[in-house]
């Protein structure tokens, strides 16, 4: 394996990464948030409203979920949980969000993936109205990000975007690796960084982007990651993305995350980058935990919004 002295015998010099913050930008963007909230309400408007599904007992779902309502709660939105029995059958779940549908006191319904076996989640998410599903995954809502148009986002690629724009990382004719296509996160991520910013200025990035995934050679994703100024990483594989793929000064953002018991027994959140070796070739870095995790909350909680102010304009 090449060492790091290879990059210093091309001429590149060293460097550590300014480490991304994304709890501290999440907590900034909540602040924001409740200041939002509390003047859409003083305008006479109720509080934005939100409930999340869970079905069975998986326990990383309900600590997600838990994390979710309680980031609702601190930011002045009215969020519930509603929890079902691994039993509930498919028909049951549907009927369950068509009475949220039609509940004009629901803004915005999010079911926590992944779903028992038994359902079909492609089904199960384009049941929730588009006008409230604010976890983007409604193929309306994915077909308008596709074409560039005003949508709800999916939290954890809208995160990845906000991330890149507050800490002014230059994307226009950039490089761009998407490391992972699942339609949730690497597509509408990839999607966001080639699409055009004279059509949505918010969005709109102007990469020239690479899509790589399980099936791209060892060889390939390596030449595509050393060519590149900026690499997200969205397959849960620990440690996919090392040192030696790395082109000195890139910005490499880690939304891989993965559970793994260490040498002394203990288990730990890991994501797919190589952090201690990669950090020192990188510009800039998302750790894991305490990068796109916190903002990915943050952007749903944006989101709830949006789909509240929508809603009431409709009303």
């Known amino acids: 394996m090449r060492s790091h002295t290879y990059y210093e015998s091309m001429g590149a010099a060293r460097i550590m990464a300014q480490i991304i913050d994304g709890k501290a930008l999440a907590k900034e963007i909540k602040d924001e948030l409740k200041t939002k909230i509390q003047s ?21 779902s309900h600590t997600y979920v838990r994390n979710k309502i309680q980031a609702a709660i ?12 691994a039993t509930l059958s498919e028909d049951e779940l549907i009927a369950a969000i068509n009475s949220l549908n039609t509940d004009n006191n629901v803004d915005g319904i999010l079911v926590q993936l992944p779903l028992p076996g038994k359902m079909d989640e ?4 384009n049941t929730v109205a588009p006008e409230k599903d604010v976890d983007g995954f409604h193929i309306t809502n994915v077909g308008q990000l596709c074409l560039d148009m005003p949508t709800f986002v999916p939290a954890t690629a809208l995160a990845v975007v906000e991330i890149l724009k507050r800490y002014k990382i ?3 004719g950039r490089n761009a690796v998407v490391v992972g296509r699942s339609k949730n996160v690497g597509m509408p991520i990839a999607m966001m960084l080639h699409s ?21 050679p060892a060889e390939q994703l390596e030449f595509f990651c050393r060519n590149a100024d900026i690499i997200i990483t969205a397959t849960g594989v620990p440690k996919l993305i090392k040192a030696t793929m790395i082109k000195p000064g890139a910005t490499i953002i880690d939304v891989g995350i993965t559970r793994i018991t ?24 998302t750790p894991v935990p305490g990068g796109v995790g916190p903002m990915t909350v943050a952007m749903l909680m944006h989101n709830t919004l949006q789909a509240a102010q929508r809603l009431a304009r409709k009303n």
């Open 122 to 125: 492609r089904k199960v998410c």
């Open 196 to 216: 055009d910013g004279k059509h949505d200025s918010k969005l709109g990035m102007d990469a020239t982007v690479t899509v790589c995934h399980r099936y791209t």
């Open 74 to 85: 601190d930011v002045g939105i009215d969020a519930t949980t509603l929890k079902y029995d």
């Open 170 to 172: 230059d994307t226009f």
């Open 40 to 60: 859409y309400i003083n305008l006479g408007n109720r509080a934005p409203s939100l409930r999340c599904i869970i079905v069975g007992e998986d326990p990383a």
């Open 262 to 285: 260490d040498e002394q027994g203990k288990t730990k959140l890991v994501g797919d980058v190589d952090y201690e070796e990669v950090s020192k070739i990188a510009g800039a870095i």
